[in-house]
């Protein structure tokens, strides 16, 4: 297994960048709060939560730079994650 | 003399991979709960999450993603053997832990003023949706604030290795660690604050 891609040393330029970004999405998750969209506030939310989170896995816990095995079970984790959140509303709205 | 052991970086990072599948999961149970019983008491949660303060939130929201950066920045110090910035980083993100838990103890004593905690006695005059909604709110911003309370402990712990240079440009396995379990908290924290504090 190669290990060359763990010992990439990122630069604090690209860190800097990213939080920049992450502070911006802020801002514009806490904007978009105040506009009434009914249902979508919730939708709105968790669509700006999950880029930020994206931002903090990839660049932040460096997962970008990982080989593809590390990648593979972040995948199957989303995929396990995505399954019982599917399976619980199965249950809830058809009941 | 004693011989180093052996040391497989990758196999650490993997293990600490694994660990943070299992407390994504972990979380996930409390937001699933979360969304199941919004669907149930849309109105209860948004008169009951109207009560929450937004400036708490955010102002926790920046010292966490500032204190990520600041993590991030420590892995590649360390790796250029910069020791004395690492040191400032480390110390940077402990700090800023303590903030956050003190944030949050201010924000938690106006709700206790308000009466409001768990097993309070007007908290059970509530209507059930509320009562809900704070339960939830207390267990999940507390268990999240533990784990605050553990990456403190742990950053202090990894200042000290980095000082002692038992940590160093050519073994920092436990800053990096200990950088994606911090990361984790954060990212637990990018979902908490927009569902219980923004949405309702």
């Not at chain 2, 299992?22 to 949660?45: C, D, H, N, R």
């Not at chain 2, 709700?111 to 909604?133: M, N, R, S, T, V």
């Not at chain 2, 379990?181 to 504090?197: E, Q």
């Amino acid at each position: 297994m190669s290990t060359e891609e763990t010992h990439k040393i990122v630069p604090y330029r690209t860190f800097i960048t990213v939080w920049i970004g992450l502070l911006a999405l802020t801002v514009i998750t806490v904007l978009a709060s105040w506009i009434d969209l009914g249902a979508l506030n919730v939708w709105l939310a968790l669509a700006i939560a999950s880029v930020k989170c994206s931002l903090v896995i990839a660049w932040f816990m460096h997962l970008k730079y990982e080989n593809r095995f590390l990648k593979l079970i972040f995948l199957i984790t989303l995929i396990t994650l995505a399954v019982f959140i599917g399976l619980t509303f199965v249950d809830v709205l058809y009941r | 003399m004693s011989t180093p052991e052996p040391k497989d970086a990758f196999g650490a990072k993997f293990g600490m991979w694994l660990f943070l599948f299992t407390e994504l999961i972990l979380f996930s149970g409390l937001f699933i709960l979360y969304a199941v019983y919004l669907a149930k008491y849309p109105k209860e949660f948004a008169s009951a999450g109207q009560q929450l303060s937004v400036p708490f939130g955010a102002v926790n929201t920046l010292v966490l993603l500032t204190s990520s950066l600041f993590v991030a920045m420590a892995t590649t110090s360390i790796q250029r053997g910069q020791k004395k910035l690492t040191e400032w980083l480390l110390a940077g993100t402990a700090f800023s832990a303590v903030i956050f838990m003190v944030n949050k103890y201010f924000e938690w004593s106006a709700k206790f003023h308000h009466g409001i905690y768990p097993d309070a006695p007007g908290l059970k005059e509530l209507p059930q949706g509320e009562q809900i909604f704070y339960g939830l709110y207390f267990a999940t911003t507390g268990l999240h604030g533990l784990h605050v309370l553990i990456g403190l402990a742990l950053f202090l712990y990894v200042w000290g290795t980095v000082r002692s240079e038992k940590v160093h440009a050519e073994d920092y396995g436990l800053l990096e660690n200990s950088g994606l379990y911090w990361h984790l908290v954060d990212l637990i924290w990018i979902f908490i604050f927009p569902l219980y504090y923004l949405v309702l």
